[in-house]
């Protein structure tokens, strides 16, 4: 039996970026997440208009784009879609990546390394079992059940985890 470690975007690649809300194609490399064409997530907008409408006057240059244009970033444009179009006079602008595309929304998560399947960590809970080893007394288990309920499987357990059924083949 194969068992597949890590999640795969729908593109076959090692999936870097995963939509933290559950739901279907979840999974994206770092090729597929965003391109240059999209507008990005509205939760990553700024408005250069918030200097006049919130500040009471007060410059608030925080919320003005810094770098060069469509390099560093860009003005948020979109043909009308539901009844709203947004064009570069509404304000609003976005920030770009190294490849201009925008970032993805805030409710993805990032690693480098991929992330590894349920399927995956099963397994090495069934190993663990399998070798006699008591997953449920390591201390990091334990801490991380005592502070947020499950086992997380961050890429030190599952290293320490492998050595552990490697070490007791």
């Known amino acids: 039996m194969v ?14 970026w995963v939509y933290a809300p559950v739901g279907i194609d979840r999974y994206y490399c770092d090729e597929c997440i965003s391109n240059k064409d999209d507008v990005g997530c509205s939760c990553n ?10 500040s009471g006057g007060k410059d608030m240059s925080n ?9 560093d970033w860009r003005w948020v444009e979109q043909p009308e879609s539901n009844g709203v179009k ?14 201009q595309r925008p970032y993805p929304c805030c409710e993805y998560d990032y690693s480098k390394d ?10 090495l809970e ?5 070798i006699g080893y008591d997953l ?4 990091e288990v ?26 007791n083949k």
């Open 3 to 16: 068992v597949k470690k890590k999640e795969l975007c729908n593109c076959g690649k090692k999936a870097v």
């Open 45 to 54: 907008w700024e408005n250069i208009n918030e200097n006049r409408l919130y």
């Open 63 to 71: 919320h003005l784009p810094k770098g060069i244009e469509n390099i």
């Open 86 to 99: 947004i064009t570069k006079e509404d304000g609003y602008w976005i920030t770009l990546d190294e490849k």
């Open 114 to 123: 991929g992330f590894y399947t349920e399927e995956y960590e099963k397994f």
């Open 126 to 130: 069934n190993e663990c079992k399998r």
């Open 136 to 139: 449920m007394n390591d201390p």
């Open 142 to 167: 334990k801490q991380y059940i005592k502070e947020y309920g499950h086992i997380l499987w961050l890429d030190d357990l599952i290293k320490k985890v492998e050595k552990i059924i490697k070490e």
